[in-house]
């Protein structure tokens, strides 16, 4: 059983979920950092299910902030993998407990939550619908082509402004996808600095109706 719990929304129809939206948060945050988005999206997908997890790792005392893996003196390619399993039972098990296919399953990450995003869905043997990555990077672009076993579309969202990750990670990671067969679009947000905008959430809502319908 997965380790991982945090926040969720019930389908605002307040019927049985058609799909399953699962929002990754960045460094230093939880769950309840994105778990707003799903009343945002709810509006055109009321038959969701959202559920934000908290990371693994505690990053301070008081367990309000989370990482998904440690920054000090870590290889980012190799902290990825510590992580990856429990986030991919977590999809699992949800999916099994809503009776749903992972293509009813959609990933949306936000910054060390998109790093996530970006490594573990083109392994996964079960092809998500797709995934949303705001403000992230590529971590294991070197080794994707050789391992990705699904080819699920991403959406890259990143403003130009951004001091925390720069926007040319974004396009690095759509290179990456695209020379692996992965369906790929990158959108670089003038003005925008390491955070969401409306902007950003409308290409990421667009993006959505197109995969889960």
């Known amino acids: 059983m997965s380790?991982?719990?945090?926040?969720?929304?019930a389908p605002a129809s307040g019927g049985a979920p058609d799909s399953l939206i699962v929002m990754l948060h960045g460094r230093g945050a939880s769950g309840d950092d994105l778990i707003g988005l799903?009343?945002?999206?709810?509006?055109?997908?009321?038959?969701?299910?959202?559920?934000?997890?908290?990371?693994?790792?505690?990053?301070?005392?008081?367990?309000?902030a989370y990482q998904w893996y440690d920054l000090d003196g870590t290889?980012?390619?190799?902290?990825?993998?510590?992580?990856?399993?429990?986030?991919?039972?977590f999809i699992d098990e949800r999916l099994a407990e809503y009776g749903l296919d992972?293509?009813?399953?959609?990933?949306?990450?936000?910054?060390?939550?998109?790093i996530m995003s970006l490594h573990l869905a083109p392994r996964r043997a079960t092809q998500l619908a797709g995934v949303v990555a705001f403000s992230g990077?590529?971590?294991t672009?070197?080794?994707?082509?050789?391992?990705?076993?699904?080819?699920?579309?991403?959406?890259?969202?990143?403003?130009?402004?951004?001091?925390?990750?720069r926007s040319r990670e974004s396009e690095y990671a759509g290179k990456m996808l695209g020379e692996a067969d992965v369906p790929v679009t990158v959108h670089i947000l003038s003005g925008?600095?390491?955070?969401?905008?409306r902007r950003?959430?409308?290409?990421?809502?667009?993006?959505?109706?197109?995969?889960?319908?």
């Open 3 to 9: 380790t991982l719990s945090g926040p969720y929304r």
């Open 38 to 64: 799903a009343d945002v999206f709810a509006e055109s997908f009321p038959n969701a299910v959202f559920y934000s997890p908290n990371a693994p790792n505690p990053l301070d005392p008081g367990g309000l």
């Open 75 to 89: 290889d980012r390619s190799k902290a990825v993998l510590g992580p990856e399993p429990l986030v991919n039972e």
């Open 102 to 114: 992972a293509a009813r399953c959609l990933l949306i990450g936000f910054s060390q939550g998109s």
């Open 137 to 139: 990077m590529m971590v």
């Open 141 to 165: 672009g070197d080794s994707l082509a050789k391992e990705r076993v699904s080819s699920p579309p991403f959406v890259l969202i990143h403003g130009s402004e951004d001091q925390v990750l």
């Open 192 to 197: 925008l600095a390491h955070g969401i905008d």
């Open 200 to 213: 950003g959430i409308d290409i990421a809502t667009d993006f959505m109706k197109q995969v889960l319908g």
